[in-house]
């Protein structure tokens, strides 16, 4: 059983730059493919970002690459979301979720995944 917290979140103006955190427990985390997913009110959770175990290139959301990047540190068993030149629609709640995942198809889809944190808020004022 793995357990993921996410931390990080906050109130930033638009422009602004936030980092997430994602610690995970429980399990062997360098084996986990590790996506980042957000939800905004009224609407469905959406990919934003996610990489392999193994740490190769990672997936992005066409609209988000650019801004968003994602790391692992297999040492402190975290993966990381970096946002920058955040706008107001980038407002939600942000989910790390881990999974036994490989390839693009598995690694954007919220159902691939089998552990899941509790989210943080991001909310970008304009």
């Known amino acids: 059983q793995v357990q993921l917290v996410e931390s990080g979140g906050g109130l930033v103006q638009a422009g602004g730059s936030l980092r997430l955190s994602c610690g995970a427990s429980?399990?062997?985390?360098?084996?986990?493919?590790m996506g980042w997913f957000r939800q905004a009110p009224g609407k469905e959770r959406e990919f934003v970002t996610a990489?392999?175990?193994?740490?190769?290139?990672?997936y992005y959301a066409d609209l988000l690459k650019g801004r968003f990047t994602i790391s692992r540190d297999n040492a402190k068993n975290t993966v990381y979301l970096q946002m920058n030149t955040l706008k107001p629609e980038d407002t939600a709640i942000y989910y790390c979720a881990a999974g036994l995942l490989v390839g693009r198809r598995a690694l954007m889809r919220p159902n691939s995944y089998k552990y899941w944190g509790q989210g943080t808020q991001v909310t970008v004022s304009s």
């Open positions: 429980g399990g062997t985390f360098s084996s986990y493919s």
């Open positions: 990489i392999e175990w193994s740490g190769g290139s990672p």
